[in-house]
């Protein structure tokens, strides 16, 4: 079975996000990028799978500028068999229209039974390039999984429903798989993995041109303002002003 996990590298959740002069990104020479949350519960879901005897490789699927290699790294640490890292020269987003165009025009050829990606990235939160991916790929597609289960040729999936509810599907292979935060626990690469990860191969292939339908005006910090206002009066008069400014100014109905 050939298993391909969509891995996004973001800014750590305690990294400074300073902008840069241009206002239209961050200064990267000050964020700590991190492997995507999600994308971590996606790599161990793919790793699951073979270690229960479903004999193949699972190929890690990266795209962005070259520093995107220390996540590939390290999911080839925790024991992915290769990676293909799709170089862009550029730390741009884009939407998950034009991501998912490229990460097909390049997967096409590979003939994947699996593709695992993570819910959704930590810095955009689009929660689309899977479903879009295996709609170009066309595959069967299955978003908020909670655990998966390979049998007789087909994967059985346990998404995750509204009110605490759950709800087991059964789709036939080829499929793009998108998984929830926690439905599983990680491994932590170990001491032979991240030795044995340095004579992995790494397939990059450039990818210069991105034509988004989306772009950044500005990005600018949020003003920090506040402002105390006494209201005085009668309790009639508290209450009626109270209430014009519940409904008028802060908008609540």
């Not at 193949?56 to 070259?66: A, L, R, T």
């Not at 991105?210 to 303002?225: A, E, G, M, W």
Request: net charge negative.
């Amino acid at each position: 079975m050939k298993i391909a996990v969509l891995v996004k590298q973001v800014p750590g959740s305690e990294s400074p996000l300073n902008i840069d002069s241009s206002e239209k990104g961050l200064d990267e020479s000050q964020v700590t990028y991190i492997t995507n949350e999600s994308d971590n519960y996606a790599i161990e879901e793919a790793l699951q799978i073979c270690d229960k005897g479903e004999e193949g490789e699972v190929v890690i699927i990266s795209m962005g500028p070259e520093r995107v290699q220390k996540a590939i790294r390290e999911a080839l640490a925790k024991g992915a068999h290769r990676a293909i890292h799709i170089n862009t020269n550029s730390s741009a987003s884009s939407d998950p229209l034009v991501t998912a165009s490229a990460l097909a025009s390049i997967m096409k050829d590979e003939k994947f039974d699996l593709i695992f990606s993570g819910l959704q990235s930590d810095d955009l939160g689009f929660g689309q390039t899977g479903v879009v991916l295996g709609e170009m790929l066309e595959m069967s597609t299955a978003t908020l999984a909670m655990s998966t289960e390979v049998v007789d040729g087909k994967i059985r999936v346990k998404r995750e429903l509204e009110s605490g509810y759950f709800q087991w599907v059964t789709m036939t292979l080829p499929a793009s798989i998108s998984v929830q935060s926690g439905c599983n626990t990680p491994r932590y690469p170990s001491l032979k993995g991240i030795m044995g990860a340095k004579k992995k191969e790494i397939t990059e292939v450039q990818f210069d041109e991105i034509d988004t339908f989306q772009s950044v005006k500005r990005l600018y910090s949020p003003s920090n303002s506040k402002e105390t206002v006494m209201i005085e009066g009668s309790t009639e008069d508290i209450v009626e002003k109270l209430v014009d400014v519940l409904k008028n100014q802060i908008k609540i109905a």
